[in-house]
């Protein structure tokens, strides 16, 4: 269990830490590092709880606010974001504390009121609407599918504290609160992962909620967000990789994802990984069937080019490639190079398949595939290692 931590006058962590869950989102992402559940307090006339944590931490999070007040005089709920990670607690709040009033988006208010059916004071609230708390103010600025359409961000306007939910985040469990006392190469591998797994498909929205925000000229000294660490020093550090990210940036790399049955498809893999690495391009070369896919597509995020490929079975992919495939689908990658490889026995088929799931996804220039009937040969082995020459000169 974690203390609360001040991180402005008044204003004070009092989330959970959550040293053990190793995946989110349906089994879709893996925690390898854990994460964080961040709740904010902050301490005024009215005193206001922004964002809750996960139902099963909440006994966490109350203690935490006792260290500071006793949570029976919180007055006011904020609710960036429906989720029940963020908002799992607030049915606990609202026994200890009946009257208070909550705030949301419109959205919010319907998601809040379908997971927990109890009843509550809910205000919704919209950009520029402001909830004065005495010597604080917090503003609204409405985000819609960053990630989920009831999402807002609240800004505390004497703080310049932005709290934006699920927006620069991490899943990252630590001791530490604040981004710049823990391992660089970590933290931004969990930033990039946390983007690529959970926002890529919502880059073009992302881009323009920014965009928005920086119009609004408001000064932001800190980066609250809702799972991992809280960004202080050169806040604006993530919100510039978001943007990189955001705008499709790539480079010469290439992703190799495939199954395997019997081994020819790997022998494909590996010799189309040698021609793209003899042609001076970065390629990295995953099995996906023993592979933690959640980093795969991580790793997708400033690739170029995507090669997929899989034996047959039952005129289909293997079932990871299947199921990594139809994740694949969700990604909408855009301005990238795709190609297709896989070895089968007596009929083919699933180069087929992974053919339609990458035109169904759309956005990436798709080039020749290759196959090979069984065990490829020294010859058949040479052209998938040109394959990988060819495809490294449209990188």
Same mark, same amino acid.
């Given at each position: 269990m974690m203390s609360a931590v001040k991180i402005a006058e008044n204003i004070y962590w009092v989330g *959970?830490?959550?040293w053990k869950v190793r995946s989110f989102h349906g089994h879709t992402y893996s925690t390898k590092r854990g994460t964080t559940y961040n709740s904010?307090?902050?301490?005024?006339?009215?005193?206001?709880?922004?964002?809750?944590?996960?139902?099963?931490f909440a006994d966490e999070m109350l203690d935490n606010i006792r260290r500071i007040i006793d949570p029976s005089k919180i007055e006011c709920i904020v609710a960036n974001h429906v989720?029940?990670?963020? /908002?799992?607690?607030?049915?606990?709040?609202?026994?200890?504390?009946?009257?208070?009033?909550?705030?949301?988006?419109?959205?919010?208010? @319907? =998601?809040?009121?379908r997971y927990y059916y109890v009843p509550m004071d809910f205000q919704?609230?919209?950009?520029?609407?402001?909830?004065?708390? =005495?010597?604080?103010?917090? %503003?609204?600025?409405?985000?819609?599918?960053?990630?989920?359409?009831?999402?807002?961000?609240?800004?505390?306007?004497?703080?310049?504290?932005?709290?934006p939910n699920d927006a620069f985040g991490q899943h990252f469990a630590s001791s530490e609160r604040f981004a710049d006392e823990v391992d660089q190469c970590a933290l931004w591998d969990e930033a990039a992962k946390y983007y690529a797994n959970i926002l890529w498909?919502? =880059? /073009?929205?992302? %881009?323009? %909620?920014?965009e928005e925000v920086v119009k609004m000229n408001i000064p932001v000294k800190v980066i609250a967000?809702?799972?991992?660490l809280i960004w202080r020093k050169d806040p604006m550090k993530i919100v510039e990789k978001y943007l990189e990210w955001a705008s499709g940036k790539t480079r010469k790399k290439a992703i190799i994802a495939y199954e395997t049955m019997?081994?020819?498809? @790997? %022998?494909? *893999?590996?010799?189309?990984? @040698?021609?793209?690495?003899? /042609?001076? /391009?970065?390629?990295?070369?995953?099995?996906?069937?023993?592979?933690?896919?959640?980093?795969?597509?991580?790793?997708?995020?400033? *690739?170029?080019?995507f090669i997929f490929g899989s034996s047959t079975h039952d005129n289909d992919m293997l079932p990871s490639m299947a199921a990594f495939m139809e994740l694949y689908k969700g990604f909408k990658a855009k301005d990238r190079h795709a190609a297709v490889f896989g070895s089968y026995g007596w009929a083919g088929g699933a180069v087929k398949e992974i053919e339609s799931v990458i035109a169904e996804a759309g956005g990436v220039t798709t080039l020749p595939s290759i196959s090979v009937k069984y065990m490829p040969d020294e010859k058949e082995l040479e052209a998938c290692r040109q394959f990988g020459v060819d495809f490294a000169s449209k990188l």
């Open positions: *959970a830490v959550d904010y307090l902050v301490v005024d006339d009215k005193i206001t709880l922004v964002d809750g944590v996960h139902a099963s989720e029940t990670d963020h /908002s799992g607690a607030i049915p606990r709040l609202l026994e200890l504390n009946p009257k208070a009033k909550v705030y949301g988006t419109a959205k919010c208010k @319907e =998601g809040l009121h919704v609230v919209k950009t520029g609407d402001e909830l004065k708390l =005495g010597q604080k103010t917090l %503003k609204f600025i409405e985000a819609p599918m960053i990630h989920w359409p009831d999402s807002m961000f609240t800004y505390v306007v004497e703080d310049a504290i932005l709290m498909p919502l =880059g /073009s929205i992302i %881009k323009r %909620k920014i967000p809702s799972h991992g019997w081994g020819a498809t @790997e %022998k494909m *893999a590996k010799k189309i990984a @040698e021609g793209l690495a003899d /042609s001076g /391009s970065e390629v990295k070369l995953y099995n996906v069937a023993e592979t933690d896919i959640t980093d795969v597509f991580t790793d997708m995020l400033d *690739a170029r080019g």
